[in-house]
């Protein structure tokens, strides 16, 4: 079986144990409106699709680890991590001031809406109560993740152990967080080791290593197994990561789910913008500059900075810190696999890793 053979068969199990979830806790959300309001946004957000990766990386970590393929512990625990990405994406879009988030409405464009329509608020206010009660479903989400990892069924020792690691990764991730916000400040110069940094905390952690870790908690692995794996899962995160950077600007709104060039009207130094402010000239930088942090910027802004950095070689120069990290993986894997990580899964994660590499979305 190819490796998109097996990602949609592991989509599809994750997929049902989230409906599952779901669907246990509506009675919670019956009562008043605003908590049936609540649970709708709840539901739709978690079930309009994404690739699942993070619920992924922890169930093939805990089967790479212990050969046991199939096992539906793994899968209820492992929802956890769509919960926890759940919880950052609404808050990212409150912070970002994003409206779209899979080519849907973000949550607390949801609920201003409901609000507005249902209720006949003012749209400001609207807008304000979708932002408020946006962080309240984001912490929602974040208290199922963890619900998640308590309710499975495993020994108490490896329970404990995963949601040390849950509990460490969500202030990592946050720490990241805060950090993209301080990189984003107009006197605020990044440099690629600052960017590094960032993502290693952020998208790097809850991406691959922090569900990977816990899958392995859960299979009781190695502390030699644990360090082979985070040798791994940085090098993911950080391709991950560029990829994402490379296709904001050169993909298309159908295919992301959300507006082109929004890392550039917030204002966030890229690593293409990091290598344009040195390699371009005078005139390609001025029309860059003009554009990062301008949330006015129009689609012909857009690309006028997207051509000013191709001719930079500033897209070039992406490209191959992304496939250093790539090949930096498989390099890593290839340690995994000695250490015992079993074929099956092996071969998965290299499949993974050149996806991740050539992705389109």
Known sequence: MDFLDSLKQYQRAVERRLVAFIEARRRRYSGREIEQWV??????????????VRAIMAVTAYEGATGCFDDPRTIDAACALEFLDAYFLVQDDVIDLSDLRRGRPSAHVMLADLA???????????????????????????????????????????????????????????????????????????DEEAYTDMILQKTGYYVTRAPA?????????????????IAFAEPVGLAFQIRDDILDLLSTQEELGKPIGTDLREGKDTLMVIHARQAATPAQWRQIESVLGNHDATAGDIAGVRSALEEAGSFAYAEERMRAHVAAAHDALAQLAALGLHERTAEFYAGMVDFIGSRRH
């Open 39 to 52: 649970y709708n946004v709840l539901d739709d957000f978690v079930m309009r699709g994404g690739k699942r």
């Open 213 to 229: 870790l816990i899958g392995l908690d859960l299979a009781g692995a190695s502390e030699e197994l644990r360090e082979a794996m």
């Open 116 to 190: 507005e329509n249902r209720r006949g608020v003012a749209a400001d206010e609207a807008r304000a109560f979708g932002f408020n009660v946006a962080i309240g479903v984001g912490d929602i989400f974040n208290a199922w993740g963890i619900e998640c990892l308590l309710e499975a069924d495993f020994p108490p020792e490896r329970r404990l152990a995963a949601l040390a690691t849950y509990n460490e990764a969500c202030e990592v991730i946050c720490r990241g967080e805060i950090k993209d916000i301080y990189l984003g400040l107009s006197p605020i110069i990044a």
